[in-house]
């Protein structure tokens, strides 16, 4: 019989039988929620308990799990799993506290590349160093000359170089795009950071990585997934990831079941040749697509309501006026391509609300599992909105985490105190899931996990929970990274459950979350990723 030992990633394939056994096995199956043996024939578990045994076979691999907790593979709701793997060989700017390291760490990533390179990555927080915003004074010499865009951790804020501004036509005289804004200094020139749409022109300069250069990349996300037990993943998708993930399947390389979400600008496109909501099989999912309504809290560009406190002439930025946010999404409706929005603020919230109500008044009916990307800060009266349409609240708790070290100053305290309302929703009825938003926030399902069942902030300043009132239970958060989210992509069928019939998508951990003290839940590591019968990473712990 196998102990687990430390040993490097891999990946496996299925042999004649995986029998795992001596565990604690949180199933998050209602009917049968604890067991203590799991059997897995080919990609599917076959039994559980007493039956596990005679099941798997007599020449099937036999692991001793030695008392560890197994639960059913991390699904996470919302990951740009291209954008995140390619960012990590890019420059990675989290956790900078000032301008000079700032500075070093592009000086230091640009001393590598060649002379025509663009310097890209990000992950900045201009909170990490008191919330000035930096300047493209900051890289032009660090860059070498190159153009260089660099973007805030959210994605709605970027500092471009001069030289990206000038390969992107923007200068002084540049007009502001319809949902973004070039920020100026006070003798009008762009300082180089860019809001929301104003990232574009910039963006589309930037020389597209070739194909071999994507699935490298892709191959490296992957490995990262697994080392974090995620098994499955609800991607925010360029037009031609379902072909390069369709490459890695079809050589046995992929490692991860994802959901595309396309931009709804593709809906005609996609209705033509016949997608809807819920198609594709067990690896690659399609039939949805994705649409912005409001920025991000950390760009100021979330669309509120009331001003933001600390800047009382913005009250952020709406990306389509009414009239046009009803078209696109009534017309995707109508081609049964599932809804997902985002929309961070509550008057951003209010709105796409206000287009699902009006939706299935004029649309036919349909199983449409609408939902809204983030759900950071509605409003208490559209609370009861939300459950009665029945739209998934795709939420992210590591961003509480990380907003609430200083979301107080932003929108003052009555505003921060019903944000992030996981504990409001789910007591209202809510379907709330949870994901990362990577690479937004870390691809680490344990540290959301964290943040949802004890709200601590990164900076340490509220050990007992930021608003600890809209905690959540462990049983909550596990249901919110697992069946949850696979009802959410049309999937509770077969995944989000270790029960017989089920995909064998599963995580060994080295401790019982519900057995340790709450405030330890973050500790917690993955030993062993298994996706489709297959041992993708054993870390041996």
């Known amino acids: 019989m196998d102990r687990l030992a430390p040993r490097p990633a891999r990946l496996s394939e299925p042999g004649p039988g995986l029998l795992l056994e001596n565990g604690r096995f949180w199933t998050a199956d209602p009917r049968r929620p604890r067991t203590s043996a799991l ?29 560890r907790f197994v639960l059913p593979g991390f699904i996470d709701n919302h990951v740009h799993l291209r954008d995140g793997s390619l960012r990590l060989s890019r420059v990675r700017l989290r956790g900078v506290r000032t301008r000079e390291e700032f500075t070093r760490v592009v000086a230091e990533h640009a ?30 010499e660090a860059a070498g000359g190159r153009p260089a865009l660099l973007h805030r951790l959210d994605g709605h804020l970027a500092l471009a170089s001069s030289g990206a501004l000038a390969v992107a036509g923007l200068d002084r005289g540049a007009e502001d795009p319809p949902g ?37 990349a892709l191959e490296a996300g992957l490995a990262h997934a ?8 609800h991607d925010v998708s360029h037009a031609d990831d379902p072909s390069l993930l369709a490459e890695l399947l079809l050589e046995g390389r992929l490692t991860l079941r994802v959901a595309c979400r396309h931009p709804i600008e593709r809906t005609s496109e996609l209705r033509a040749v016949g997608v809807s909501a819920g198609q594709g099989g067990a690896w690659l999912r399609v039939g949805a697509v994705k649409m912005f309504a409001d920025g991000s809290l950390g760009a100021s560009t979330a669309a509120f309501l009331e001003p933001y406190a600390d800047d009382p002439a913005n009250r952020g930025l709406e990306m389509h006026d009414p009239a046009e946010l009803h078209r696109a999404l009534a017309e995707a409706d109508r081609a049964r391509l599932q809804l997902s929005v985002h929309a961070i603020g509550d008057l951003a919230i209010r709105r796409v609300l206000d287009v699902f109500e009006r939706i299935a008044r004029e649309n036919p009916a349909w199983d449409r599992r609408w939902r ?12 009861p909105r939300l459950a009665a349409l029945g739209v998934t609240a795709s939420m992210q708790p590591a961003h509480a985490a990380d907003d609430g070290r200083w979301m107080e100053r932003r929108i003052g305290r009555d505003r921060a105190r019903t944000s992030y309302p996981f504990r409001t929703l789910i007591d209202a009825g809510v379907a709330v899931t949870f994901g990362s938003d990577w690479p937004v926030a870390p691809l680490d399902p344990l540290a959301g996990f964290d943040a949802a069942v004890n709200r601590r902030t990164l900076d340490g300043a509220n050990p007992g929970g ?23 992509v049309f999937e509770e069928g077969e995944k989000g459950m270790l029960a017989p ?29 298994i996706v489709g019968g297959r041992v993708v990473y054993e870390g041996g712990v």
């Open 180 to 216: 973004g804004s070039l920020v100026r200094g006070a003798d009008g020139e762009l300082t180089g950071v860019l809001k929301d749409a104003a990232i574009a022109p910039v963006e589309r300069r930037i020389p597209a990585p070739g194909r071999d250069e994507l699935l490298r």
């Open 39 to 67: 059997a897995i024939l080919g990609d599917r578990i076959v039994a559980l308990g007493e039956e596990a045994v005679p099941a798997a076979g007599p020449r099937a691999r036999r692991i001793d799990l030695g008392g």
């Open 372 to 383: 809204i990307e983030h759900v950071q800060h509605p409003a208490a009266a559209d609370v």
């Open 226 to 233: 697994a080392s974090v037990g995620v098994t499955s993943v």
């Open 111 to 140: 001393s590598g590349l060649a002379p025509e390179a663009w310097v890209l990555g990000g992950g900045w927080d201009h909170e990490s160093w008191g919330g000035a915003l930096p300047t493209r004074a900051w890289i032009d």
């Open 466 to 488: 930021w608003f600890p009132e809209q905690r959540v239970t462990v049983e909550e958060a596990l249901l919110a990274y697992t069946r949850g989210n696979a009802r959410a």
């Open 501 to 529: 019939g089920f995909l064998a998508d599963l995580v060994v951990l080295d401790r019982d979350p519900f057995e340790i003290p709450r405030g330890e839940v973050g500790q917690l590591r993955v030993g062993v990723t």
